[in-house]
T-cell receptor, first 112, second 113 residues
Framework: DSGVTQTPKHLITATGQRVTLRCSPR?????VYWYQQSLDQGLQFLIQ???????AKGNILERFSAQQFPDLHSELNLSSLELGDSALYFC???????????FGSGTRLTVV | SQELEQSPQSLIVQEGKNLTINCTSS?????LYWYKQKYGEGLIFLMM?????EEKSHEKITAKLDEKKQQSSLHITASQPSHAGIYLC?????????????FGSGTRLQVQP
């Protein structure tokens, strides 16, 4: 157990639907990062939050959004889902000013 | 932004053989991370290198960062089936304010008994 908790582990949904992925960072970590891993694109950075505020954006689609709550857990919202959104979605967390990134076990999203 | 190229893309070795995976950056590396991923599972942190010429070892895995800080290698000695998986190198760019990792495309390692 890495200390970063992601739920659910698996999600199957239909095209056009909306889903929410949840991440609880490791205790003491203020930053949360979301990544998407697909077969053709590899592991891509989506977005980072630090202590509730958006800090950096990567290759995140407009249909996707995220937030980090006061208790530091984060949610990634994916809407108007398409078949191509099927992927593993990872959350990672890090300590302030530190150089370690701890990854969760991921959520496997399948859009049918 | 930074780009990382990993080679080889895939590797099949006999158990007991040594192997090396390379990661080359388009820019100077300030922090280079190696992770291992079992197929469809999460990433497991292996090592992090920062200084030119730095070398770290854990069990049978050794990672090095070259003096120019643009290339890293991961060497596995006497490979075992438990070493099988995808090895990913990742780099951050703290001096640009972007702390998220950029990853290479990964190296798939199979170890045949």
């Amino acid at each position: 157990d890495s200390g970063v908790t992601q739920t659910p582990k698996h999600l199957i949904t239909a095209t056009g639907q909306r889903v929410t992925l949840r991440c609880s960072p490791r205790s003491g970590d203020l930053s949360v990062y979301w990544y998407q891993q697909s077969l053709d694109q590899g592991l891509q950075f989506l977005i980072q939050y630090y202590n509730g505020e958006e800090r950096a954006k990567g290759n995140i689609l407009e249909r996707f959004s995220a937030q980090q709550f006061p208790d530091l857990h984060s949610e990634l919202n994916l809407s108007s889902l398409e078949l191509g959104d099927s992927a593993l979605y990872f959350c990672a967390s890090s300590v302030p000013g530190g150089y370690g990134y701890t990854f969760g076990s991921g959520t496997r999203l399948t859009v049918v | 932004s930074q780009e990382l190229e990993q080679s080889p893309q895939s590797l099949i070795v006999q158990e007991g053989k040594n192997l090396t995976i390379n990661c080359t950056s388009s820019k100077t590396l300030y922090g280079l991370y190696w992770y291992k991923q079992k197929y469809g599972e999460g990433l497991i942190f292996l090592m992090m290198l920062q200084k030119g010429g730095e070398e770290k070892s854990h069990e049978k895995i050794t990672a090095k960062l070259d003096e120019k800080k643009q290339q890293s290698s991961l060497h596995i000695t006497a490979s075992q089936p438990s070493h099988a998986g995808i090895y990913l190198c990742g780099a951050d760019e703290p001096y640009t304010g972007r702390r998220a990792l950029t990853f290479g495309s990964g190296t798939r390692l199979q170890v045949q008994p």
